[in-house]
């Protein structure tokens, strides 16, 4: 028995990160274990409907987790070749990284329905996901893996203009107060948030505790001030040193040729004749990227600095750069890779765009940050990983 109060924090994590491998190296014996129950046909042996009410029983189980465990231990074990003469592991790459003890049950279930999205020869990739992140990551990566192989076949050009969803909007008094719904398409649901998002914002400690209200009342309560804004033009909010401001990345030649699609700040991708639609009305800031997708030249607006440089960190970082997050441009700050303090300069080649979590933890914790090639690169400290491989945010990749 290991004495944890002797220990100190970074020990005692890798002493966690240690006794849950092994639990998943129990939980793969476990595994086939119960393959093989379902192999020999246990169930009707016993008496029992199917497998799922036998394990209720035995290992008290609900029935949504005796299925669960039921699939992936089939998805791990093997099916018959068509030879008939052996058995081949359905996912072999990934029944190795169980047996590893590196994936829970869980990953397993995100790896196998990336997996009914993408070719075979895939699997190794979509592993690497699962032994780095949690099992809503690798669903989140996997469906990036996905589109992007799609978006490798041949481009069609646009037959016809299809025209957006429509948007719907109802309105009812009930009980005094005015009850809103609203069904926006991509266009103008990001043009929305990117409104009311500065405006939600939790209100500064000032003393008497943190901001109390719900985010559904800060949106309420933003809502409601963007109506008096509105009434107000002139005076509508700066958001990250500059006007409210949606980025939309695409390929020139492909906008020129009008094929392919286009994405917004929010990772909802738009056709490229909605682009061209939204292009006829909205200010255009050009920009070039290079082949990692680094901004090397961008427009010029008549704004400061520090709006130029913020506009050069979304188009390179789509958003929080830290490894497996998804959070928008819209919810996160500039953060000096080498603090402004130390003499750190404020530049794109300094800079990366953090979420307010991740922007704390750099701060706080034993994680790094480094530019390499240009590329915000991230180190883990070392009781998560103690060769300190580093990582990059796959999510907000081109």
């Known amino acids: ?86 058995l081949a592991p359905v996912l072999p790459l990934t029944a190795q990284a169980v047996a590893e003890g590196a994936l829970s049950v869980e990953h397993v279930a995100a790896v196998a329905a990336v997996m009914k999205t993408v070719p075979a020869e895939h699997e190794a990739t979509v592993v690497g996901y699962a032994r780095a992140f949690e099992p809503r990551t690798v669903r989140t990566l996997g469906g990036k893996l996905a589109y992007s192989l799609y978006q490798d076949d041949p481009e069609p050009r646009d037959p016809d203009p299809v025209p957006p969803p429509a948007n719907e909007h109802s309105l009812q008094w009930k009980n005094g107060r005015l009850e809103i719904r609203a069904k926006l398409d991509k266009v103008t649901g990001a043009k929305y948030e990117a409104l009311l998002d500065p405006l939600a914002k939790p209100r500064p ?17 933003a809502l409601a001030e963007l109506i008096e804004l509105m009434l107000r033009a002139d005076q509508l909010p700066e958001h990250g040193g500059e006007p409210v401001t949606m980025t939309v990345t695409m390929r020139h030649e492909d906008l020129v040729q009008q094929v392919g699609e286009a994405m917004l700040d929010t990772g909802q991708h738009l056709p490229a004749d909605q682009l061209r639609r939204l292009a ?89 940050v480094r530019m390499i090639n240009g590329i915000p690169t991230f180190y883990p400290p070392a009781w998560l990983d103690p060769q300190r491989t580093p990582r990059r945010n796959l999510i907000n990749t081109a």
């Open 280 to 368: 006829c009305d909205t200010g255009i800031i050009p920009a070039v990227l290079g082949g990692e997708g680094q901004p090397l030249d961008i427009g010029r607006k008549t704004r400061t600095f520090p709006a130029r440089i913020r506009r050069a960190l979304v188009l390179r970082d789509r958003g929080c750069a830290f490894p497996g997050c998804d959070r928008p441009p819209r919810h996160c700050d500039g953060h000096h890779v080498r603090h402004w303090v130390d003499g750190g300069d404020t530049s794109v080649g300094n800079a990366v765009l953090l979420c307010r979590a991740h922007h704390t933890l750099i701060h706080q914790s034993k994680w790094e």
């Open 205 to 221: 400690d000032t003393g008497e505790g943190p901001d109390p209200r719900t985010l559904s009342q800060r949106e309420g309560d």
């Open 1 to 86: 028995m290991i004495e944890t109060r002797l220990l100190s924090t970074d020990e005692l994590l890798r002493s966690l990160v240690d006794e849950v491998t092994e639990i998943r190296v129990r939980e793969n014996a476990a595994l086939q274990i119960v393959a093989e129950l379902d192999r020999r046909g246990a169930a009707s042996e016993l008496g029992y409907r199917n497998l799922p009410q036998v394990l209720r029983h035995v290992v008290r189980w609900d029935l949504h987790v005796a299925t669960r465990w039921i699939d992936t231990a089939l998805l791990l074990t093997g099916e018959i070749t068509p030879t008939g003469s052996e």
